[in-house]
């Protein structure tokens, strides 16, 4: 008697990242997912029983990793300022790094299949400005910055608009600039 495959969940969320990298939020499906993955359509149910248990999946692997990342940089008890900036450099580190913009790029578009989880993510960043007083200069430059960086991904992610190196030193200096961290090495 032959044992069982055991269905790795990593490997199925690597797989439906590159379905939808490669052609689109819209060509994931169970199906889909279950061919890439050389499964059943029940292995994938197995361990995502629904497509929407997927864009959960893939969402809190990709917020979680985020989260780490920003928590790293911000250190302990950080407040909502330093937090605010460590989302900023992280921003700016995956715009710098093709794998990690990819990546993000693929889940902005799989939130857009997702009315939960798009409204997950609203959420999430209007969190970013809490406790954030708007009548004080340092906060509405990390607000400045900050849509500075999603725009500009936003942008460039979906293939509105493409920059060029220069255009992104550029964004670097005046996002160092409007946090006070001008002279520092972009």
Known sequence: ????????????????????????????????????AGI??????????????????????WAEEY????????????????????QIIVAREEEHDPVSRDRTAVMMAVLMQSPEQLERYRKDCTQRLDGLDFSRQEDRRLLLALMAMEGAFIMRGFGFMSFSEDAWKGLDREIDELLGESGKES
């Not at 790293?72 to 407040?79: E, P, R, S, T, V």
């Open 40 to 61: 059943t359509n029940g292995g994938v149910q197995y361990s995502f029983a629904t497509k929407e248990h997927l864009l959960t999946a893939m969402y809190d692997r």
């Open 67 to 86: 989260d780490t990342r920003v928590a790293a940089l911000a250190g302990d008890n950080a407040d909502r300022r330093a937090i605010l900036r460590a």
């Open 1 to 36: 008697m032959s044992r069982r495959k055991k269905i790795d969940r990593d490997k199925l969320l690597d797989l439906a990242e590159a379905i939808v990298r490669e052609r689109g939020a819209a060509a994931l499906t169970v199906a889909a997912l279950a061919r890439a």
